[in-house]
């Protein structure tokens, strides 16, 4: 069932097996798989149905590294979390190099292979409303023939993102979650502090405020954090033993490391021939189907292959295609994605999108997503970079001095970036362009300083926020283990990006469900 936190009495404490706090993707997708397990579930979800701007204040806070445009809005305070500002998932696989510990680069590893997840991927498919299961371009009819030289290999290849329909997870699983009868969902209920035991021993409670006053406690056998990347580590930093140590922080990394993907536009490629193929890159199936939804549709990007990767110790790039497109159509795209800072004014835009079906699908295939095919003749393609950000530990998220209305200290971001990083991406634009060259396929007009002194004009982090609360089997090197258990805490875990490791380029969200399913294995198997 669903309730209003309001309606708690002061003074409240409820008993249950589980306490999941945060009502996005992650929470969302690991409540779902304990329905009817003979398990007494609490989700708490500090905003409602529908977005009010003093709830998203609540993530308010301050900039003391990086300038970071797209913090606070990037991340959004109500059921189905950022969800509900998804027009429709873009969904990849990372790649094996992604998951390896490399000597090139520190931090770098996942306690696990790759192949180790794809179990919860193929189950995360369906929950994120994609089609069948394949991220090759075979699987898209798209053969080596139909790409461009220097895109088959061996420094750059082609890769797949598959694009889910529209799956804003509250509206979507809300109904059955709704019908549970082992599970609760309390709205307007914000997290503010847990309560852990001495020297290991179990979280004993969470504290739990709504914004009129109202005070109540949830008591559990397991505790999962699925907050995001930046609340995560938040919440953690608020939370104490008895002895007065933070949770997990042991080893100072609670917040640390925080990543997320470096964007920016790297020029344009001049191609020798106007008219060259280049509709490898987008297609869709558009086929009416009662599971997948009125339209499925993939892009293919270009990235720098494992082996070059390797050879050259560089972090993972990702290349994507711009075309021109009218200006009304650029003006419309600002407006959707400027009333994220006005969460009223983008709820009125996409009701009115949401009542036109082919508005619905225009906005969602070209205004936000770009266009189906690219024009021809080409004068010039222009390149939408992403690069991966080295983990680094003085990159961190932190407390600050203001207080919220909840009364407790707002997040403090100190986004940092290294040398390596740097070095990573002008390494990459050369070889691009050396490749370019190479196979007479046109020349790069790069937009990269060709020195270690700049950093492009346009560089901005993008709203992934990963890593804050990182997955590693040593606690000297990991806030959580391999299971995502916080270390020296018996039963808290974590859920979503904020355990990874590193960042690749790879879309989040895909891994953040498979990770999320995962645990949710782990947990039953614990608990029952």
């Known amino acids: 069932m669903i309730l209003d936190a309001h309606s708690v009495p002061t003074g409240t404490v409820i008993e249950t097996d589980i306490c999941i706090i945060g009502g996005g993707a ?29 709830t998203q204040d609540l993530y308010a806070g301050s900039i003391i590294g990086r300038p970071y445009e797209m913090f606070p809005n990037s991340r959004f305070r109500y059921f189905g979390g950022t969800t509900n500002r998804w027009g429709g998932a873009w969904c990849d696989l990372p790649s094996a190099l992604d998951f390896e510990t490399r000597d090139d680069i520190p931090y770098s590893g996942w306690p696990f292979p790759l192949s180790h997840l794809e179990p919860w991927y193929r189950r995360a498919q369906p929950v994120l409303k994609l089609g069948p299961y394949g991220y090759d371009l075979t699987d898209w009819g798209i053969a080596s023939t139909d790409i461009p030289e220097p895109f088959l290999g061996p420094h750059f290849l082609c890769r797949v993102l598959q694009q889910a329909p529209s799956n804003q997870f509250g509206r979507q699983y809300g109904p059955e979650l709704r019908r549970a009868q082992n599970l609760t969902v309390y709205l307007h209920a914000n997290a503010l502090r847990l309560h852990g035991g001495e020297n290991g021993g179990p979280v004993g409670q969470v504290d739990v405020g709504v914004l009129s006053g109202g005070r109540f406690a949830v008591r559990a056998r397991t505790y999962v954090l699925a907050c995001g990347g930046i609340e995560n580590a938040r919440l953690l930093l608020l939370s104490e033993n008895e002895a007065g140590a933070v949770l997990g922080n042991e080893h100072d990394l609670v917040g640390r490391f925080f990543m997320l993907h470096l964007e920016y536009s790297g020029g344009a490629i ?69 009333s994220g800072s006005n969460a009223s004014a983008l709820q009125d835009l996409m009701t009115v999108i949401r009542k036109s079906p082919d508005l619905a699908t225009y906005v969602t295939r070209r205004i936000v997503y770009g266009r189906n095919k690219p024009p021809t003749p080409l004068e010039e393609i222009p390149l939408k970079c992403t690069s991966e950000q080295m983990p680094n530990p003085e990159s961190r998220i932190g407390l600050g001095n203001d207080r919220d209305a909840l009364g ?53 982090g993008d709203q992934h926020h990963m890593g804050t609360t990182r997955m590693h089997r040593d606690p000297k090197l990991g806030v959580v283990d391999e299971n995502c258990r916080v270390h020296g805490t018996e039963n808290l875990y974590m859920a979503g990006c904020s355990v990874f490791p590193t960042g690749g380029t790879f879309n989040p969200t895909f891994t953040i469900v498979a990770l999320a399913l995962r645990l949710a294995d782990h947990v039953k198997q614990r608990l029952t």
């Open 270 to 338: 001049i191609p020798s021939d106007p008219n060259a193929d280049m509709s490898f890159q987008t297609g869709e199936n558009g086929a009416k189907h009662k599971r997948y939804g009125r339209f499925r549709r993939f892009v293919s990007y270009v990235s720098l292959s494992d082996d070059t990767r390797r050879q050259g110790g560089l972090p993972a790039m990702r290349f994507r295609f711009r075309y021109p497109r009218p200006s009304e159509i650029d003006a419309l795209r600002r407006l959707v994605f400027r």
């Open 408 to 460: 407790l200290p707002k997040v403090a971001v100190n986004w940092q970036l290294t040398e390596q990083d740097q070095s990573g991406l002008i390494a990459a634009h050369r070889l691009l362009q050396a490749e370019l060259d190479r196979s007479g396929f046109g020349k790069l007009r790069s937009d990269i300083p060709d020195s270690g002194s700049d950093w492009p004009f346009d560089l901005r």
């Open 26 to 54: 992650a929470g969302i997708a690991l409540a779902r798989e304990f329905i009817d397990s003979g398990l007494r579930v609490t989700l708490l979800e500090s905003g409602g149905e529908k977005p009010d701007r003093a």
